[in-house]
């Protein structure tokens, strides 16, 4: 089973940049869609985007379209997600995840691993 890791959260100030990595280990990769969640205090985890596994087809939550773009490197099994013009309320544990197939789903249920998520913190 892949392991997946993630990276690059920090603070940062409202109206600026971040991009998270997603690093993915002991499994296939390439074979896979893969996508973002997110989860603050007290909510449940959201959907932000996914991506088919050779890149092509990618799909976002309508609160980060425009705003947050997800690629992936197959030759250097890595995700990434950038993020411009973060906002307060994107303050978050962001984590990636894998999914069980090659489709391109947006459903907590339909993706199988997980990374244990890095911290993001938006300042107003």
């Known amino acids: 089973q892949v392991q997946l890791v993630e990276s690059g959260g920090g603070l940062v100030q409202a109206g600026g940049s971040l991009r998270l990595s997603c690093a993915a280990s002991?499994?296939?990769?390439?074979?896979?869609?893969m996508g973002w969640f997110r989860q603050a205090p007290g909510k449940e985890r959201e959907f932000l985007a996914a991506?088919?596994?050779?890149?092509?087809?990618?799909r976002y939550a309508d609160s980060v379209k425009q705003r947050f773009t997800i690629s992936r490197n197959n030759a250097k099994n890595a995700l990434y997600l950038q993020m411009n013009g973060l906002k307060p309320e994107d303050t978050a544990v962001y984590y990636c995840?894998?999914?069980?197939?090659?489709?391109?789903?947006?459903?907590?249920?339909?993706?199988?691993?997980w990374g244990q998520g890095t911290q993001v913190t938006v300042s107003s």
């Open positions: 002991g499994g296939t990769f390439s074979n896979y869609a």
């Open positions: 995840a894998q999914a069980g197939g090659l489709a391109v789903p947006t459903g907590v249920d339909h993706f199988t691993s």
């Open positions: 991506i088919s596994w050779g890149g092509t087809t990618t």
